[in-house]
Nanobody, 119 residues
Framework: QVQLVQSGGGLVQAGGSLRLSCVASGRTFSIGTMGWFRQAPGKEREIVAARAWRSSSTYYADSVKGRFTISGDNAKNTVYLQMNSLKPEDTAAYYC????????????WGQGTQVTVSS
């Protein structure tokens, strides 16, 4: 099992920045990829960014490319999501997630944190 604990988030004006953190514990050696998802009211959950645990290769949704950066510190079992140039449409509950190496589905989820961007 892997446990994920998130921090960060909050209220910011459009154009501002926020950073989310996610600390993994437990069977961290089994992690293949960690990702950040978001879900706005009335909308489906969508992946925002992902980072391979060992290779550090990254993926970004088109909607956040050039504005969000996913990074990690494997020694601290932590992944970050730096969000710059925030827009009101970025408002959502954000979740970090992890899946085990060799699996495609995310098995472990953080508790979620609200990000609200005011116009």
């Amino acid at each position: 099992q892997v446990q994920l604990v998130q921090s960060g988030g909050g209220l910011v004006q459009a154009g501002g920045s926020l950073r989310l953190s996610c600390v993994a514990s437990g069977r961290t050696f089994s992690i293949g990829t960690m990702g950040w998802f978001r879900q706005a009211p009335g909308k489906e959950r969508e992946i925002v960014a992902a980072r391979a645990w060992r290779s550090s290769s990254t993926y970004y949704a088109d909607s956040v490319k050039g504005r969000f950066t996913i990074s990690g510190d494997n020694a601290k079992n932590t992944v970050y999501l730096q969000m710059n140039s925030l827009k009101p449409e970025d408002t959502a509950a954000y979740y970090c997630a992890a899946h085990e190496d060799g699996r495609a589905e995310y098995d472990y989820w953080g508790q979620g944190t609200q990000v609200t961007v005011s116009s």
